[in-house]
């Protein structure tokens, strides 16, 4: 959205936010459509305008599959809401998801990749679709917090979406756009437990794992402790990239209660795993540039839990590694390409960099097996040059 556009949503928002309507207490009925002069009309339109830029957005993910999967997970949960949510995977490397009053859900790849299984995603698009059918951020709007947040997005343009990783984030996307999605979705402490609660139910209810809910937020807390930059280490983990949905320890222990004595459901791990496989690689790659290189250390050791898409998995922790830079880390990165290139599922590139450390680290005979290797492999690679460039400089050598 360019700063006009904000500056038009807000001032749109402030006037359909003085018609002083009352507020909705209870959950919405499916298929409601507000009258477009109410409050909740203008919040709608100003979502569907923000839709419009997700669609046009170069972060979308476009493969069909994918897509179709994600919404599968949004309707069993949304059940009777299905058919008025409309999902957007985007190609961004933070945990988030979120959901405008007006049906548009937008889930990032960060989640995806973060989730383990089903059933986590399921919970966490149940808590976003908790926001949505209690009208949460209209709550929000009528107590004029949200929209004195779009008066800021508009004053200091893209600050708000802010720097969760201590990394900036200007390389994803159109920051005032993502700020003043935001806006609207910074809900209170009270509001994310019943998001929780209503997440939680509607998992259950479609038959998968009650411990999924709790396990996914403690994963996201692990992640945040593991941080390598410590005004990340010392914040509240959060559930979502823009600070919004804090993650308190009185958040996951209501989510323990409610699975207490819950029989147990299905995960649905393996199908979940196979409908992200295609993007991994692209993910763990676009996560690097987060460079939190000790949290992407948690999150690979965790994929690698259960012994799937080691190859590439393998390769990313080289990757990591390789750019941290800590003392020994070369090595240990030229370990993970070597365990890498032992599995089927090892990206070419993986022989290229192992035949780089090899010979940075004194191993010419390594290097050039490793470098042949990645030769053959790599019939049409557009770096090849340099790689034969590279073997021929050290077979120059006496
Ligand atoms: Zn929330």
New binding site residues.
Partial sequence: MTSRGVAALAAGLLLTATSGLPVLAQQRPPGLVPDPTSVEGGLWGAMERTEAEARRSADLNSDPALNDYVRGVACRVAVEYCGEIRVYVMDRPYLNAQMAPNGYMEVWSGLLLRAENEAQLAFVLG??LG?FLENHSLERWNNNKAWATAAMVVSVGAGVAGAYYGVDMRGIGDLAYLAAVASVMN?SRSQ?EE?DAIGFERMVAAGLEPTAAAAVWRQQQAETRASTFRSVRQSEAM?SVFR??PLTAERVAALDTLARDRPGGREERERYRAAMRPHLAAWLADDLSRRDFNASLTLTERLERDGLDLGVLEFHRGQILRQRRDDGDLELARDAYLTATGYEDAPVAAWRELGDLQARLGDPEAARVAWRTYLERATAADDRWIVEDSLTALEAKP
């Fill in positions: 808590h976003e926001h809900y994310e998001a559930g919004t949905h």
